[in-house]
């Protein structure tokens, strides 16, 4: 699987939403606190296009971006990975570090247990 760094991840955001975009279009919908300069973005573009993880389309004087990852399998792959590393791989670890954190709040509390609910479903 393609690593994206973090910087990279928000320009890939921004694509998810929409695409095809130009650079200047990028930079326009970047999420607001980052001000980033121009030439940072298209760093960040050069990177991903070498990286596979997008595509140009010359149009004129300017480049289309588009993802050629899906977001859907790059949160897999790094929820995936994010687990392994930190708790064997294992789910049930994470969430007991984060109630323990008091990180979860009742909202939480209450979906994962409608989830599990739907597991046990699932399986019987």
Do not use: C
């Not at 990279?8 to 919908?29: C, F, K, N, T, Y």
């Not at 994010?82 to 064997?88: A, K, P, Q, S, V």
């Amino acid at each position: 699987m393609i690593r994206i760094s973090e910087a990279e991840a928000v320009v890939m955001e921004v694509l998810w939403g929409q695409h095809p975009l130009s650079a200047d279009e990028v930079i326009a919908r970047l999420p607001g606190g980052n001000d980033w300069a121009e030439a940072t973005v298209k760093t960040l573009l050069n990177r991903l296009l070498n990286k596979a993880a997008i595509s140009a389309t010359k149009e004129g004087r300017r480049f289309l971006y588009t993802p050629l990852v899906q977001r859907d399998a790059w949160l897999l792959e790094e929820s995936s990975s994010l687990i392994e590393r930190l708790f064997d791989g294992r789910v049930a670890p994470l969430v007991a570090h984060f109630s323990q954190h008091q990180r979860l709040s009742r909202e939480d509390v209450a979906e994962l247990r409608k989830l599990l609910e739907g597991l046990d479903d699932d399986q019987h």
